[in-house]
Nanobody, 126 residues
Framework: QVQLVESGGGAVQAGGSLRLSCAAS????????MGWFRQAPGKERDFVAA????????VYADSVKGRFTISRDNAKNTLSLQMISLKPEDTAVYYC???????????????????WGQGTQVTVSS
C-alpha cells in the first residue's frame, strides 16, 4: 500500500508560479513511476507529467512543456511539480499518482497508476 498526500496548491495570477509537493508513505520502495494529473471542473482527469524511479526519464503533456518540471527525491519520499508561467487554463485540482508495477512505463493515462492522492487545488486568475 502507498499513501500519497499533495500540498502546495493555491491561487495565483497568470504568469505566476507554484510548487506542488506529494509526500509518499507506506511501500515507497515500490513507487517505480510517479506522475501528476489534473482535473478541471466538468472535465476528465488529464495527464500532466510523469517520472521514472531515478528521475532519468520524464514525460510531459504538450500543454505544460517548458513551463512545468517534475522531480522526485526518493530519500525524502517526495514528488514535486514546479510550475511557472501559469495560465488560467492550468486551473484544476492536481493529483499525485504512483505506479507500483514493475513495468516501469511512463503511462499517460490514469489506468497506468494504482495509487492516488486526494488532490490540491490550483487556481490561476487572469
Amino acid at each position: 500500500q502507498v499513501q500519497l498526500v499533495e500540498s502546495g496548491g493555491g491561487a495565483v495570477q497568470a504568469g505566476g508560479s507554484l510548487r506542488l509537493s506529494c509526500a509518499a508513505s507506506g511501500r515507497t520502495d515500490s513507487t517505480y513511476v510517479m506522475g501528476w494529473f489534473r482535473q478541471a471542473p466538468g472535465k476528465e482527469r488529464d495527464f500532466v507529467a510523469a517520472i521514472s524511479w531515478f528521475g532519468g526519464r520524464t514525460v510531459y503533456a504538450d500543454s505544460v512543456k517548458g513551463r512545468f518540471t517534475i522531480s522526485r527525491d526518493n530519500a525524502k519520499n517526495t514528488l514535486s511539480l514546479q510550475m511557472i508561467s501559469l495560465k488560467p487554463e492550468d486551473t484544476a485540482v492536481y493529483y499525485c499518482a504512483a505506479d507500483v508495477s514493475r513495468r516501469a512505463v511512463l503511462s499517460l493515462t490514469t489506468r497506468g497508476y494504482g495509487y492516488w492522492g486526494q488532490g490540491t487545488q490550483v487556481t490561476v486568475s487572469s
